[in-house]
Each structure stands twice: as structure tokens, then as C-alpha cells.
């Protein structure tokens, strides 16, 4: 090749990556309440008529890629119970603070209206229900999606994974196919684990259920098991409690599964639950119930396998849109109701809330489409008894609250929905992947161009102190 053949080809290359490197429009800004200044978190950020969008952290900040080909297009800012904001991608200001001002819609005026409509909670979640329907996806579909699954104790995280993937919906959820999802995972950001000099409970249970060996973590000693064989327990266990399969093919994924068998959102609903609406709040304009969630006359149980999940009591919100009772946001608990549950959760989770769930949808060419997922759940670490007298501090710390007791959250963000049936059949024709937890080589240029979920200050110096302690991050 000459060397002005070289010279051009260097320039074109050159040209690319510079053309890439401005293509998208970096959106970042943070969110507040005019009234009180204080953050607004989960507020959604979104392009209008697309799924390009993002949520606010706790701190009421977000960051989204838009790319250029939509800089004249409209960004929409909303919260339920406030008014939106809006403006071009193009005059948009990173500068300042975005301020929503509260919105309510009149309750007394909104009762009297029409006589077949709803008017208890317990009406108005039934018609949503039966609405699902009209109001879910008709077509099969992919979505992609970015999460990020931490575990931490009450002083520092243990573990953290962020990962992309794409989730397949084939959309059963009339005849309640929930063996009709799937997920892949397709890229790994982030993945560092610190968990295998202190889950011995793992280890026993793993031996229990695949070697039948019946070990009290109480009588195990970290320092006599090999590190690779504490791994593979720890790997097992967050499958089975933890996988993101349990996630979304499970009773807590409660809209897209309420047509299974023994669905918490099923035919025996009002069971398990009972629903009294609230108030009437606004969201982007349109009027939408506020209903809370309450204690029925049964309790709530998960079935988990080889895990005592039963005997909670249900507790949350749900939003459901006036116009056209499209569920629009569920926030939604399980906490601790019968005795052998408090006796439970008292003891190997030092807290009476064991499930805490929000899942809010996006509207897509009048279907609602999942667009954000937070789910929190404590997770049996460091079990065992609590000696009665004197302890040397190594013991001491073993039973250090702080220390001791652990939880796992999983946020997914939902950012692109894709409707064409070519494109879903060539997916559905690859290999799907669901396990979270393998370690794949990190891909630089895919994470320039993929929208995240903006980590809290929180969690960003947590993060930042666990790069520190990790040996097994790999990049």
C-alpha cells in the first residue's frame, strides 16, 4: 500500500471515531420539588414518542445519551403528583435545576362523575386488571436494558454487578406463559465480589441440597474451605434466590404473570389484598388514581423452594391511569404478618420488611411497556447462633449487626423497545444467557454509547471504596 493510500485511510479512521464521538447529546441535570428543593428521585426522563430515557437517582440527578438525530425532538421530565417539564433537546440547560410544581386533580370532583365507573380501590384494581389486556404489549417484543445488582451490609457493599441485557416477552400473559420470557445478558460493566471470605451460610446450604450433607454454618470454620468450592456455592445460591429468571418469570413480577397459577395479582387477589383509593394526582397531564395497598384476610406467600417465604402482609401503592385504567407504577412490600415470619425475619435478617418491590411502565404506542424495576430483599449471609457469655472479637464481629446482616437490589432501566418481528425472530435464534453472576470480557466502546442508571453519591463512594478492597475485579 503507498503511503498516501496509509495517509487517507489514517484521516477516514480518524473521521469515524471523531464522527461517533459526537453523535449523541449528553443530558444531565438534577430534578427538585419547587416547594420544598428537595430532590425528586425516580422522576422519568424521556424523549417524546421514543424509549430513549432514563430515571432521577436519590438525589434527583440523572445523565441520558440522546443522539443527534433528535436534537429538535421534545424531552419530557414528570413525576406523579407534579407537573412535567418540556422543552426541545436542542435549548435544553445542564446548568440549572429542573423545578416540577405540585399537580392534584380534585377527588370529590372526579367521584361524581359517570355512574359505571369505579369508585372503592378494590373496583378500580380489578378493572385495571381486567384491562391488562387492552393496556399490555400485543406482539412479541425485545427490550434492552441496563442493571445494576449490589449487595451490601449496613457499612459497605460486598458486591456489585452492572450488566446490559435484553429481554424477550412473547407477550402470554393472557393464558400466563410466564415460561415465555427470556433474558440475556449481553454485555458486563462492572463486576466485583468480596463475598466468599464471609458466606459460610451459602456453602452449607449448597452442601445440603447437592451433596446431602447436613453442615450448621455455626460448625465451619472459612479457613478449611477451598476458595473455588466457596465460589461455586455462592454462584448456586444467587441463582436460585437471586437469578434475574426469578426476577421476572416469578409471583413478584406482578402484573406480567397474574394469569398464573397462584399469581398474587390472580383471581384470589382480594385474599391477600385489599385496596382503598387515596386521592387523585397527575402525571403528564393525565389524571391517575393513587390506591393503597393493604392487608387482606390471608396472608402473602412466594412458594420459594427450600425457603420458608411465607406468611407476609402486603403493603404499597399502586397508580392506575383515570382515562383508560392502564396500571402505571406499583410500589409494593412484604412484610413480616405471622409469628413464625417475624420470629424469622427478626432473627437472620435483623428487619421485618423481606420484599420491597417498584416497577413502573412506559407508554409505547398505547401499550405500557416495563421501564423500571427496583427490587430489595435481604439475604442470609452469616448464620448462626449468638453465644451466651464472653466472645473474643473475632466472634464479636461475627455477630456485629452492621456487619452481620445483608441485602441484595437489583434497578433495571429499560431504554429501547423493539417491535419488529424479523428482528425478534433473528433473537430469538441466538443463544440466551440469564446468569448475571459469569464474568465476560468488558467491551469499552459498547459502554460509551448505552444509557445507565446514574449511580447515587451514596453509592458512588461505596463503590468506590469496594474498587479499593476488591482482588477479583477484571476489566
Do not use: C
Request: net charge neutral.
Amino acid at each position: 500500500m503507498k503511503l498516501t493510500q496509509i495517509k487517507s485511510l489514517v484521516i477516514i479512521v480518524f473521521l469515524l471515531i471523531g464522527s461517533v464521538a459526537v453523535a449523541q447529546t449528553e443530558l444531565k441535570n438534577k430534578v427538585v420539588d419547587f416547594m420544598s428543593m428537595m430532590p425528586i428521585e425516580n422522576a422519568s426522563v424521556y424523549i417524546q414518542n421514543t424509549t430513549i430515557g432514563t430515571i432521577t437517582n436519590a438525589d434527583g440527578k440523572f445523565v441520558l445519551l440522546v443522539p443527534k438525530t433528535y436534537e429538535k425532538d421534545t424531552i419530557i421530565i414528570s413525576s406523579i403528583g407534579f407537573k412535567s417539564y418540556k422543552t426541545t433537546i436542542d435549548q435544553f440547560d445542564n446548568e440549572f435545576d429542573i423545578l416540577l410544581e405540585e399537580d392534584v386533580a380534585s377527588l370529590d370532583e372526579i367521584l361524581i362523575v359517570a355512574e359505571n365507573r369505579p369508585k372503592t380501590g378494590n373496583d378500580i384494581v380489578l378493572r385495571a386488571l381486567e384491562k391488562l389486556e387492552n393496556n399490555l404489549p400485543e406482539l412479541p417484543y425485545l427490550q434492552k436494558g441496563f442493571i445494576r445488582h449490589k449487595e451490601r451490609n449496613k457499612k459497605q457493599f460486598k458486591w456489585l454487578v452492572e450488566s446490559a441485557i435484553t429481554l424477550y416477552d412473547d407477550s402470554s400473559y393472557v393464558t400466563g406463559g410466564k415460561d415465555n420470557l427470556k433474558i440475556n445478558v449481553d454485555q458486563v460493566r462492572k463486576s466485583y465480589d468480596l463475598r466468599d471470605v464471609d458466606s459460610l451460610f451459602s456453602y452449607a446450604t449448597y452442601l445440603k441440597y447437592n451433596a446431602n450433607v447436613d453442615l450448621k454454618p455455626k460448625n465451619l470454620r472459612r479457613d478449611t474451605i477451598a476458595k473455588s468450592s466457596l465460589i461455586k456455592s455462592i454462584k448456586w445460591n444467587d441463582t436460585r434466590v437471586n437469578g434475574l429468571d426469578n426476577l421476572f418469570k416469578g409471583k413478584l413480577n406482578l402484573v406480567r404473570n397474574s394469569k398464573s397459577p397462584k399469581a398474587l395479582f390472580g383471581k384470589n387477589i382480594l385474599k391477600t389484598h385489599q385496596f382503598k383509593l387515596d386521592t387523585i394526582l397527575v402525571d403528564n397531564e393525565r389524571k391517575i388514581y393513587k390506591i393503597k395497598i393493604d392487608k387482606s384476610e390471608d396472608f402473602v406467600g412466594l412458594d420459594t423452594e427450600g425457603i420458608y417465604n411465607e406468611g407476609y402482609i402486603a403493603e404499597g401503592w399502586m397508580y392506575i391511569y383515570w382515562d383508560n385504567f392502564a396500571i402505571k407504577k406499583i410500589e409494593y412490600q412484604l412484610k413480616a404478618g405471622s409469628n413464625a415470619q417475624k420470629s424469622r425475619s427478626k432473627t437472620l435478617f435483623d428487619t421485618q420488611i423481606n420484599h420491597k418491590l417498584v416497577i413502573s411502565y412506559l407508554e409505547y404506542q398505547d401499550r405500557m411497556y416495563p421501564n423500571y424495576i427496583y427490587y430489595e430483599t435481604p439475604k442470609l449471609v452469616n448464620v448462626g447462633y449468638k453465644p451466651a457469655g464472653k466472645i473474643n472479637k473475632e466472634e464479636e464481629a461475627l455477630f456485629n449487626k452492621e456487619e452481620r446482616y445483608y441485602y441484595t437490589v437489583q434497578e433495571i432501566l429499560f431504554t429501547e423497545i423493539i417491535q419488529d418481528q424479523e428482528q425478534v425472530e433473528a433473537a430469538l435464534g441466538q443463544n440466551w444467557d440469564s446468569d448475571l453472576f459469569s464474568v465476560k470480557p468488558y467491551n469499552k466502546s459498547f459502554w460509551e454509547n448505552y444509557n445507565t442508571l446514574l449511580e447515587s453519591e451514596e453509592d458512588e463512594k461505596l463503590i468506590k471504596d469496594l474498587t479499593k478492597r476488591s482482588t477479583l475485579f477484571k476489566q
